[in-house]
């Protein structure tokens, strides 16, 4: 993915004004991980102070791409959600355990359905999110409507 524009100096002069982000419909994508971070949870709610990963994703929509951040705390009761991520780009299967391998997963590809929810700060904005990764490795067979 290319990024069109230049570096700016520290002492450029700047014009534009924010743009106006239009999420994309919600629905089911193909999305690739960019990268990963490293981070820290502050903790919040039950959750203590927690290693975290930022985890990017391109989001391949039929008439443009956007990158999704998420975050991946390390916490036991979220595990799950961790699982997911690693089944969701063919890492994992299901029931087995796994050691996560993060660097493995830049360039990996998986199948995501994409939500939409409003700004925390501005309500009235609204941003596009992962609601889930479907697991590559499911032997199940697919959902046909109609068909029992």
């Known amino acids: 993915m290319s990024v069109e524009g230049r570096e700016l100096g520290w002492d450029d002069s700047i014009k534009q004004d924010s743009q106006n982000f239009d999420p994309i419909p919600e629905g089911d994508y193909n999305v690739t991980i960019e990268k990963y971070d490293r981070s820290r949870s502050k903790g919040e709610g039950k959750l203590p102070p927690c290693n975290m990963a930022v985890v990017y994703f391109i989001v391949h929509g039929s008439d443009r791409e956007i990158t999704i951040r998420e975050n991946y705390i390390l916490h036991s009761s979220l595990e799950w959600k961790l699982s997911e ?28 359905k994409i939500g939409v929810k409003p700004g925390i700060k501005d309500p009235s904005k609204k941003f596009n999110y992962i609601e889930k990764l479907y697991p590559k490795d499911s032997d199940k067979p697919a959902f046909t409507p109609g068909r029992f």
């Not at 969701?88 to 990996?108: F, H, I, Q, S």
Request: glycine share 14%; proline share 4%; no cysteine.
């Open 85 to 112: 991520l690693f089944r969701g780009v063919g890492l994992k299967k299901e029931g087995e355990e796994l050691r996560m391998d993060w660097n493995a997963l830049p360039g990996k590809t998986a199948r995501a």
